[in-house]
């Protein structure tokens, strides 16, 4: 089956600075790559996510990257504020997405210091 | 979140008491799955439904059951609480295309066992 690996699993960054998070998969059938944010407490909201057809996908400040030759894709959050400190979950699907049935890196811990 | 409701928020249970987490969502989607958090272990997923009379085994099974006899419920039961179940559960649904395959989480449920 599927497995998602995450690194780091700690990242620490200065106000202001970029923040990259980078989960290798080991299915190559799997097509649809989706970020995750979770706040204390609270379930994982969905940030971004892309699909195996596209290379990179952008909004705003986050964008996704995805090298299916390698099977890596990363996340890229740029002028990071105290806000984006949260763990951060990627997770890969074979499925389209539309079932539900996502593997799930083990999270990185986001600290942004102000 | 959007309309993923999870309850109870907290439960503790003694070894061998079963319960049942509830879960509903109210956006029609067909699909719904659980998954429990453990740290350091990201998300796992237990069981999953892409329909009403439909289910399947996910990564976790084994201590859970699920039924889904309406499309917008979709509750787990724990058959004999052991300690190893101590976790977060979180329930998720989709409407696959209809929603843009988006996955939408509850905010989960805190469960003990002692």
């Known amino acids: 089956g599927e497995n998602v690996e995450q690194h780091p699993s700690t990242l620490s960054v200065q106000e202001g600075d970029s923040a990259v998070i980078k989960c290798t998969y080991s299915d190559s059938a799997s097509n649809y790559f989706p970020w995750y944010k979770q706040e204390l407490g609270k379930g994982p909201q969905l940030i971004i996510d892309?699909?195996?057809?596209?290379g990179e996908k952008k909004d705003q400040r986050i964008a996704v990257t995805l090298n299916k030759t390698a099977k890596h894709f990363s996340l890229h959050i740029t002028e990071t504020q105290p806000e984006d400190s949260a763990v951060y979950f990627c997770a890969a699907s074979d499925y389209g997405g539309s079932q539900g049935n996502l593997i799930f890196g083990k999270g990185t811990k986001l600290s942004v210091k102000p | 979140n959007a309309g993923v409701t999870q309850t109870p928020k907290f439960q503790v249970l003694k070894t061998g008491q079963s319960m049942t987490l509830q879960c509903a969502q109210d956006m029609n989607h067909e699909y719904m799955s659980w998954y429990r958090q453990d740290p350091g272990m990201g998300l796992r997923l237990i069981h999953y439904s892409v329909g009403a009379g439909i289910t399947d085994q996910g990564e976790v099974p084994n201590g859970y059951n699920v039924s889904r006899s309406t499309t917008e419920d979709f509750p787990l039961r724990l058959l004999s609480a052991a300690p190893s179940q101590t976790s977060v559960y979180f329930c998720a649904s989709s409407g696959g295309r209809n929603s843009g395959n988006t996955i939408y989480f509850g905010e989960g449920s805190w469960l003990t066992v002692v």
């Open positions: 892309i699909r195996s057809n596209v």
